[in-house]
């Protein structure tokens, strides 16, 4: 071969390698414009729900996945909370798993602070990718708060070669700390949010929250016709005890009784301080003798000991409750109408108990 076909091969060589240096240059360019944007719209989710549909269904698609899934550590049911708050309960959201701990549901969580890639095994896996029906591969992603694990973004393929351990994390790793930072931001907004229904006396929900869940509890009441009972509670001669000594022994009153009701009650019952002295309970699933009985134990409860009052003293406060209930027909459709009716009923049950002698409980027929 001559030295001028030597030289024209060299360059052929070349420009080839040039444009498979560009079409890589242009591909990763093409990658990172689609990380980036699906980075914004992680950064930009406008709520919890928002959010954990983007980690879970926008990165499923965005990434071709078979399974996407989010597990967070959720010990005192407060990101739960905000999502009833915001009026989508945390089994509505297609990927989201809140467990009261990560211990037992997969092994990697043992050390998980890098992501982990390998063979997907359901005995190790199914727990928190339970979507994953086939053998495959899987990536957990650590999820931080602070420097603690708080739990992981799993994905899962059906290619065993998708997620293989010696492949490079670095990007797992960064959209990790990405999708860390964006709960932990949205969860505090979520609370900022939050405080506009919670009472700051007693740390209880004001009325505006009771009206929320209210709608709610008569949706599900009316969707698997069961019952929905209220319990409208009230301080007998609450009057006498600011007149006496003070608003500051009101609040401690007040503080105290509602400490004394939350003894009593489940964490599925919705409990609201709704206005002044009266307070709000929703038992959801439960019928008027079962609510009548806790009832009892409420006002038992919160007349068993006296209260200490700020100024040394100490007073025994009694309350008087009314109990109303209903189960929403299959063909409801107003239920602002129907809480509306089944608060005022259980007003009036509240309103014989006063005016037969206090310090008793009333069932509203």
Known sequence: MSRVAELEAELSKARE??????TQVAQNEEKMRRSQQREFRLLNAADLFALFSELSGGLRESYGLDAVSVVLADPDHDLRHLLLAAGTPAEDIEGL??????SGLAPQYVALRQPWLGEFRACDHQMILPEQKSPGSVAMIPLTYRGHLTGSLNFGSNDRERFRRELAS?????LGVIASFCIENTVNRARLLRS?????LTGWHNRRYLQVR?????ARAKRDQTELVCLMLDIDHFKR?????GHAAGDAVLSELAQRIESEVRKSDVAARFGGE???VLLPD??????????????????????ALPDGGETVITTSIGIASTRPAADAAELKTEGDALLARADVALYRAKTNGRDRVEVEP
């Open 170 to 174: 670095d990007f797992l790793l960064h």
């Open 97 to 102: 798993k809140l467990v009261e701990s990560l």
């Open 214 to 218: 209210l709608k709610e509890e008569l």
């Open 196 to 200: 506009g229904f919670t009472d700051v």
């Open 286 to 307: 439960t019928d008027t003798r079962a609510a009548e009985k806790l009832a009892e134990r409420i006002r038992r409860a919160i007349s068993a000991a006296p209260v």
């Open 241 to 245: 005890v600011n007149d006496t000594w």
């Open 17 to 22: 390698a040039l444009r498979e240096l560009t």
């Open 278 to 280: 009266e307070f709000v």
